[in-house]
């Protein structure tokens, strides 16, 4: 299974990428497999704010829906437009065109508190 | 610890992902629903569905017994027919539905595998009033599903009777290689199809003629996430979600396979109650005219009121959007009208359409 050594993950299988100031969010490879073929992706709005652990969005699979679970309180500051036509970036891609959303952080320190990628792959395997 | 079927390693060699599903362990997808769901609407997909459950009825009373187990008119049914049908409790509640097939002297019924044991003890208590001989041969049978536009040519190439006179819902005995097989001109997809019955003993063979020997650059594996969308889009039941004990066949829309004023079957004069008081809600087709999928249990509101329940749905893979079935409570079910999902706290707008959503293939 692909776990990039150079990103963040939470236990929900997201993964967190530093960029500046900012955070690049996205769900992992694990998650899309799980998910299967993904139809439809519901972003947030540029500005919104959430708290750790709040829903940011929604992933709706042929199957199932999963919610984009927060890894860290913070305020978007992008999403990627393309998942709107092209929602099938996140089983492709899921950790690079399918990234899903850029955030500011309330704190850049809580990054710290996220698994690295060994722990992270030693929880889905 | 849940049972395999005989085509277990097979599931496994071709990476699909398995999961638990009525006691056995099952492939719900193997390159994707979307792709597989696609590959039997314009070409041929396979699908492992030996979890069904098969039972004989012989005996002198086999036709009276299945008459009164079963909605439909048997009696109307010719040797070498099939039947879709269902069993009733006594208030009109559906115990399960399934295929009913006629041979000269005996009856075989398929059921669905997650009721094989209720629908097993319901048969044998019923039975104790009639002179027939009730086996249930699941363990033993092995089936698969052969569906799409181009499964006449590959059957046809296995067989060597002349398939152009099989029609849709009826079978024959036949055999594959040497191999005995039940061949019937059935499916669960809304497209041309094939399903094979035939001994799990055989099934090695079987798999190697059908797909493994040649046909694996035509033939696509399909797993139960397809099986689902691909009934969804012709609104067919599935027990569990659409149809069960709470509800009656009349609710659901499947009276064309009810005999409600014939012969006389368990939960007949419940129905016929339920027909003359005016039924209270139908099972609709929907399609989301706004971005959202409807998913079972989500609720559905005309002009500000609960109205009804989803109770299967998600995307389309051949239309690209969300459909959905659901009850409605009349008289909001017409087609046409327009209904609300409750997405999440969104209130999305849907429209009730004639089913199916996409148009069957099955000649």
């Known amino acids: 299974m692909n776990v990039p050594e150079n990103l963040k993950y939470t236990e929900d299988h997201e993964w967190v990428k530093v960029d500046g100031d900012e955070l690049i969010i996205g769900i992992t490879d694990y998650a899309q497999g799980e998910l299967g073929d993904v139809v439809f992706v519901e972003t947030p709005f540029e500005g919104d704010t959430f708290e750790k652990g709040e829903s940011a969005g929604t992933i709706e699979a042929v199957k199932t829906v999963a919610d984009v679970l927060m890894p860290i309180s913070g305020t978007v500051t992008a999403i990627n437009d393309a998942l709107e036509d092209t929602p099938e970036l996140l089983n492709k891609d899921a950790f690079g065109e399918g990234w899903i959303m850029k955030i500011r952080p309330e704190s850049m320190e809580s990054v710290n508190h996220l698994l690295d990628a060994e722990t992270y792959q030693r929880l889905i395997s | ?363």
């Open chain 2, 1 to 363: 610890m849940n049972k395999l079927t005989p085509f277990h390693k097979y599931h496994l060699k071709a990476n699909a992902k398995m999961v638990p599903f009525a006691g056995y362990e099952m492939p719900i997808q193997y390159e994707g629903i979307v792709k597989e769901h696609l590959a039997v609407r314009s070409s041929a997909g396979l699908f492992d569905v030996s979890h069904m459950g098969e039972i004989w009825v012989e005996g002198v009373e086999f036709l009276e017994f299945t008459q009164f187990l079963t909605m439909n008119n048997v009696r109307a049914l010719n040797i070498g027919q099939v039947q879709y049908s269902a069993m009733c409790y006594e208030d009109g509640g559906i115990v399960d539905d399934l295929l009913v097939y006629r041979f000269e002297s005996k009856i075989l019924l398929v059921v669905n595998a997650s009721n094989l044991d209720k629908d097993w003890a319901h048969m044998l208590d019923l039975a104790k009033s009639y002179d027939v001989k009730l086996t249930n041969i699941s363990d033993d049978t092995a089936l698969l599903a052969l569906q799409g536009p181009d499964t006449k040519d590959i059957m046809q190439e296995l067989v060597s009777d002349n398939l152009e006179s099989l029609s849709f819902y009826h079978f024959i005995e036949t055999s594959i290689d040497g191999i005995p097989v039940i061949l019937s001109r059935t499916g669960y997809t809304g497209e041309h199809g094939y399903e094979i019955y035939h001994s799990k003993n055989d099934s090695d063979v079987i798999w190697s003629r059908i797909y493994a020997d040649k046909n694996e650059d035509k033939i696509t594996l399909v797993g139960l996430g397809a099986r689902d969308t691909l009934r969804i889009e012709m609104k067919y039941c599935l027990y569990g979600n659409d149809i069960d004990a709470t509800t009656s066949p009349l609710e659901a829309k499947i009276q064309w396979a009810c005999d409600l004023y014939g012969e006389e079957f368990l939960g007949q004069k419940a129905l016929q109650g339920q027909k003359e008081n005016k039924v209270k809600r139908f099972l609709v087709a929907f399609k989301m005219l706004e971005r959202g999928l409807p998913r079972q249990g989500y609720e559905v509101f005309c002009d500000n009121v609960q109205m009804g329940v989803v109770t299967s749905g998600g995307q389309s893979p051949s239309l690209g959007l969300g459909i959905g079935i659901a009850y409605i409570n009349a008289p909001f079910h017409k087609i046409g009208a327009t209904i609300y999902l409750i997405i999440r706290g969104k209130k999305l707008r849907a429209e009730i359409i004639k089913p199916p959503f996409v148009p069957s293939n099955t000649n």
